[in-house]
């Protein structure tokens, strides 16, 4: 009988992320993370086939983020490390004693190696030039090209506010950026060569996403009006209408040539995309809208109108991009499989339908065109990890195939398949189900519900899109690899099955609605013949540690053990760690609707043995919440076992993080299970 995989082995595939392509020389760039070592490849017109061009070894936590190709396509951008904390500590998981920093460095496309050029984020190198305007804590800079290969750095401009959102015109000489005020935003515009600061149409309202028009006299821009404080975790159904702005550059003025309609919409939600808004070929600009309850791209014309809807259908959209001439838009959606992502096309003027690129059982992501117009994507499947791949004769090739490791086990990994089960409120909620290989009839397995984080996130029939799924993913497959049966729920609160399963009522802080489905799955999983109802497990991380904890105070009858990882256990710590003005005494019906809404308020309960884990530089959920629970558990006398990684983050930036708490679950579940 063969050996059974390891986690190490399961998970020891490269995770392709942040796939970029240059505005020249056909060149498109990929992020490849090996077992915590991350490295970045190219591909270009001058070699088709994929090569590394950085040179990092560690699994040092630094990651690579925000590539970006100089105009040229010659010179590629990228930021190394993470962003500081609140107390200005940037993330250094391996307690490195000489610290460690978030610094944008630089790599051509000739061999050379890359170097560092100096701290700051976001590189956004012009239009047409060779300077690259960056952010330095919140403020705006600029590198230019100085003697040799160096680069002379100095402030732009100096503003109130937070600098974000930098947008070269096409013509490199004015920069658009939006200032974040804490309350509400503004777009500016800087010119180069005069140095003047124009606001366009400077509102109460919340400003963000601009983009040039194709000939550089205007820029679109997003207008959210201003709806207070909000603290998260709850639903959303329905706001004052955004709209979309459009400004003369030059004098600042504004009219708005888009509103959303009251209702189904009126609340905004994004994209993953460069730009919200896309300003594409005959004047169009195409832009997300919630109208139908789902997700789906519009088209209006830059002078106002009705807007067309260019991707009708039961599914989202969610990553976005354009052709380089703004005639198409590429997209990716689960129309037509919910449970899966597939890359799309559609014209701009929605005068045709959307076009499909590959056909199959797999997942694809954030698609885009090189400059010479091939089709890449990030693709994945149930057995496949994420790896970058390019479209040929309708398939999806990957580029970069010397990088799986020998060992991968693709073909002792199961498929999962979708299932779907109602809540006692009636609410359908959505999984996939993985059963041991070989599953013997009439053996009744142990099983454990795999919760997922967010929540605003979506389980597949596949290794996920987020690095932090793609993990979990791994877990999966492994305990269903040791005989366990596996339920990873797609809980209400979740994305990709519409805006009313997302925005579900009592969600969250304000009532925990969720939570329904946890038990409906407990109770689905448990009438099921291979299931042993009293050997039903759960684990989740986050907002799936939250609904592990709850399970184990709420219903003890139908757990028998968890595994936590950095889990909200009180809403009211989980929102202030958002909301740092969050005051608990501000609205007492709401602070204790979140607090019985928490599994603190019913950890009394709890009986059935934890493991938790968690990382003291998390940022998301506080290490604090963690602590007060051992403590409580250990006054009851509860089995508590703990895994704690100093200075580590949220979602573990180290590889041995994920393997070191993936052992130790796996452990962790087969003596307590
Ligand atoms: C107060 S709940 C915070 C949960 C957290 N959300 C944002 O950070 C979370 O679930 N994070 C990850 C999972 O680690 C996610 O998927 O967003």
Redesign the pocket.
Known sequence: MAAQPTIRQIDGAPFAATLVAAPAANAVAFVLNARGVRNIWVTDSTQPNARQVTAFTQDDGQDLTSLAFSADGRTLYFVRGGGPNRAGETPNPTSDPAGAEEAIWRVRLDGTPATRLMEGSSPTPSSRGTSVAFLRRGAIWMASPSSGDSVRVSQLLRMRGSGGSLRWSPNGEQLAFVSNRGTHSFVGVYTLSSKALRWMAPSTDTDNAPVWSRDGSRLAFLRVPYAGRRL??RATRSAQPWGIMVANAATGEAREVFRATAGRGSAYWAIVADNQLQWMAGDRIVFPWERTGWVHLYSVSANGGAAKELTPGNGEVEFVSTSPDGTRVLYNTNIGDIDRRHVMSVVADGSAAPVPTASGAHIAWSPVYSSQGSTYALVSDAKQPAHAAVLQTSRWNMLAPESMPADFPAASLVTPTAVSLRAADGVTSYGQLFLPPNAQPGKKYPTVIFL??????QMLLGWNY?A??HHAYALNQAMALRGYIVLSLNYRSGIGYGMEFREALRQ??TGGSEYGDVVAAAKWLGARPDVDRTRIGLWG??????LTAMGLTRNPELFKAGVD??G?HD?N???Q??VPDYDVHANRLATRTAFLASPMAQVKNWRAPVLLIHGDDD???RFVETLTLIQQLRAQQVPVEQVVFPDEV??FLRHESWMRTFEAAIDFFGRKM
């Open positions: 998260g975790f997922h984080g967010g929540s605003r996130r987020g932090y799924y969250g802080a991380g986050s907002y799936g540690g939250y990882i950095h909200v809403w710590v989980g929102i760690t958002f940022r998301n959920v949220h979602g």
